[in-house]
């Protein structure tokens, strides 16, 4: 990978924890906030460092005799974190209209 695709990876990257910032403000009552932004970098930190370990531990357990992991220790690494996307995009389906959006509508349908 060029260093300009890695670039451009990490400032999507930057892009999409922003927005993810932004949308859990706005899911939450304006009391909630700071709790609501610690627990998603708390969540974010865990589930960093646990996909890491896990993908590594994937990823070695499939080490050839040369000391080499193999294409296919890759392919399930990737696989699972398919899977584990899979499922939190189901989750993220499953979330409640956000707090103040709801209240919008609520006064919109009152007047």
């Known amino acids: 990978m060029s260093a300009e695709a890695l670039h451009r990876q990490h400032y999507n990257v ?24 610690g627990m998603n970098t708390i969540v974010r930190s865990l589930g960093g460092a646990i996909g890491s370990q896990l993908s ?30 899979a499922v939190a995009f189901v989750v993220a389906l499953r979330i409640a209209a956000p707090v103040r959006v709801a209240a919008r509508k609520e006064i919109a349908q009152a007047a």
């Open 14 to 37: 930057t892009f999409a924890l922003l927005a993810m910032a932004n949308l859990i403000v706005e899911s939450v009552d304006v009391t909630q906030t700071g709790v609501a932004t």
């Open 56 to 85: 590594a531990g994937i990823v070695t357990a499939t080490v050839a005799s040369t000391g080499l992991p193999t294409e296919r220790g890759f392919t399930i690494a990737f696989a699972s974190c398919a899977v584990a996307l």
